[in-house]
């Protein structure tokens, strides 16, 4: 398959598979659920926000009346939340194809703070997907040929001469640019093999 001419139609059919996207009420995810769904996927798609989430699939069942679409909440700067989001997954599914770790908060107005005390964009982008890909890794690997995608950022290959992850200072607690906080982690956004 060459990437250069690449659009959406040359995806193959997705019929049979459930794929689950973070994120899934706005932008990249919201295209992704979009599209994966047309391709006859179930698509679960998550977000922080259930009234933002229930748009979403107003706007893709306007398209596609037959997609097949969950929602379910889950807010990545909070553990609580994701350890819950696990436990109502695992409740109501047996099988995840493609985890798609799509999420996340980029160069924040001002330094914030996850429910944990990490900073925004470590603690949601890559704390937060490290913890869920971890709670999900038995269905994935219980489901034949799955797969987790990273969205991670061009940025990653902006280190600025820096480390790719702050490991003296993973909070920005001595001086905070939320660019270079950005760009670190992306560049480590977890990615885990099975
Ligand atoms: N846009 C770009 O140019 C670009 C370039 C390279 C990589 N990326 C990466 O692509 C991904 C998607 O970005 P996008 O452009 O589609 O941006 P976007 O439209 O702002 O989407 C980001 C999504 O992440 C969600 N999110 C933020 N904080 C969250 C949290 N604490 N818990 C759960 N969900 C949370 C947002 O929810 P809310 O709607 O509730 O805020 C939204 O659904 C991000 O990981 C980003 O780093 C983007």
Redesign the pocket.
């Known amino acids: 398959m060459t990437t250069k001419s690449w659009t959406a139609d040359d995806i193959p059919s997705q019929q049979g598979k459930t794929i689950l996207i973070?994120?899934?009420?706005?932008?990249?995810?919201?295209e992704a659920s979009k599209v994966l769904s047309s391709k006859g996927a179930h698509v679960i798609m998550?977000?922080?926000?259930l009234k933002?989430g229930n748009e979403a699939i107003s706007l893709i069942k306007k398209k596609n009346a037959n997609a097949k679409l969950d929602l379910m909440h889950?807010?990545?700067?909070?553990f609580t939340s994701i350890h819950q989001f696990s436990q109502e997954f695992h409740n109501k599914y047996r099988q995840l194809d493609v985890l798609i770790n799509?999420?996340?908060?980029?160069f924040p107005a001002k330094r914030e703070l996850?429910k944990q005390n990490f900073e925004i964009q470590f603690g949601?982008?890559h704390l937060?997907h490290f913890l869920l890909t971890g709670l999900l890794l038995d269905v994935l690997k219980s489901t034949p040929n799955s797969r987790i995608a990273i969205?991670?950022?061009?940025?990653h290959k902006a280190k600025m001469g820096k480390p790719d992850i702050y490991f003296d200072d993973l909070n920005f607690d001595k001086g905070y640019n939320k660019y270079v906080a950005?760009t670190q982690k992306?560049a480590g956004k977890p990615i885990i093999c099975v």
């Open positions: 973070t994120g899934a009420n706005s932008g990249l995810g919201l998550t977000a922080r926000n933002s889950l807010d990545l700067s909070d799509n999420a996340g908060v980029m996850t949601t982008n937060g969205q991670s950022s061009g940025q950005y992306q």
